[in-house]
Every structure is written in C-alpha cells, then in structure tokens.
C-alpha cells in the first residue's frame, strides 16, 4: 500500500510541474474544458486589449479569446474570464508598450557607472544602458513574487553559469549571471507574464537571457528598484 501510494505522489507531482509549462506555452490540450458565461468586471478593458466588439457583455466570441490569451500566459483558471488578474496583465503590458525606447526617462537608473543592467520591478522591464546610452532593451521580464521579491539596490554581477541547475528547486536556469545571493538574470521556460513571478530571480526569454550574456561579464553593474504589482 505504502509503495503504490508513492507512485501516485511521483506521477501527481510531476503533473504538477508539467502542467503550468504546458499552459504557459498555450499547448490546446491545457485548453479549459468549459468557458464561462459570465460577465467579468474589465470586460470592456479586456475587450479592447483584444480587438474585440467593446460592449461590456460577455460573448462565446469574447470567451475564447481570453481563454486563448490566459492559456498563453498560464492565468488560472482559465475560464474566459474577464477578473482582474487578466486585466492586470494586460494593463502591465501596455504600460511596458508606452515606455517605448526611453526606459530610462525618469532617470532612477544610474547614468555615472557606464554599463549597467536596470531593472524596473513596477513595470517588470530591463535594459542595458551605458551612461545615458541605451544598449539593448527594454525587454520583458519576470521578478518575485510576494514573499519572493527580487531585492533593490545597486549590485554587482559576481558569477556566471551558462548552464546552472538550481540546488533549490532542481530547475535549469540557463545563462545565469548572478547578481544578489542566489538571485541572477537567466531565461525561463514561461511566459514573461505567467503570474505570480519568480522565486526571486530575474526571469528572461531565451533571446534575451543569450543577448544579455553576450552583453555583459563579471564586475558589471544591476541596479533594481520599484515595486512589482502585487507584492
């Protein structure tokens, strides 16, 4: 008894790690059963968001398409709902949309250290700058969640692993560039926007986590401030 209760533990967790990865890549069979009739409370905000019919009422038409972008961005429960998790998503996309090619436009990243890595945790974007120079970016990204937070302050790269695995959670953590404890830059597997964040890293697409390795080495300088949503 005690052996077969083991096995269904193994074969539960690893459905749960495959799951949300799964989501997250909007696979069709992470596909909702069923999608809700219900009118959320950002309807018309959501609709917009996806060029759809602005009229405040949920439609079959409606529902699928924000069942389709929740899969996308691993939102659960992905129902088709129109609730404030999906809307805060969306409204933090087009808030990073707006920044355009000034992400450093408030000038709370410092321009006197030459090359440095910001991050922005209330809008969850990074770019490289040197002096007043940007350099690449701004690009998505994704920090800690509440009680995971990604730490502020000025830091220093001080080690790099191109091919790290977690001693923490077993995880890859391609091309990471640590900067702050066990804190690093490094790609991941999901969606930028998959909620509720990281464990406290800062979170890449692939594209970005190679054009950041390629950018900058040991010594250099992260500076990370604001506040991510929700912590």
């Not at 996806?50 to 429960?77: M, N």
């Not at 990471?176 to 464990?199: K, Y």
Request: one cysteine or more.
């Amino acid at each position: 008894m005690g052996d077969i209760r083991s096995r269904v533990t193994v074969v539960l967790g690893a459905t749960a790690l495959v799951a949300p990865l799964t989501l997250a890549l909007g696979a069709g069979t992470a596909q909702a059963a069923s999608c809700t009739t219900q009118t959320g409370p950002y309807q018309k905000q959501v609709e917009k968001f996806l060029g759809r019919p602005v009229d405040g009422v949920q439609s079959a038409g409606d529902c699928k398409a924000i069942q389709a972008f929740q899969t996308k961005h691993g939102i659960k429960p992905n129902i088709g709902y129109a609730g404030p998790v999906t809307w805060g998503v969306m409204d933090l996309m087009l808030k990073q949309r707006a920044v355009g090619n000034t992400p450093n436009k408030d000038g709370k990243c410092p321009v006197n250290k030459g090359r440095i890595a910001c991050v922005n945790l209330t809008l969850q974007l990074s770019w490289i700058q040197d002096g007043k120079k940007l350099v690449h970016g701004p690009v998505p990204v994704r920090t800690g969640r509440d009680g995971y937070e990604t730490r502020t302050g000025l830091k220093k790269i001080y080690w790099r692993n191109i091919d790290h695995v977690s001693t923490i959670y077993n995880v890859p953590m391609p091309y990471s560039q640590f900067f702050d404890g066990g804190q690093a830059f490094h790609s991941a597997g999901v969606s930028m926007w998959n909620p509720p964040g990281s464990h406290g890293c800062v979170n890449m697409t692939g594209t970005a986590a190679k054009k950041y390795w390629s950018l900058l080495k040991k010594g250099d300088d992260v500076y990370v401030y604001g506040r991510k949503p929700g912590t």
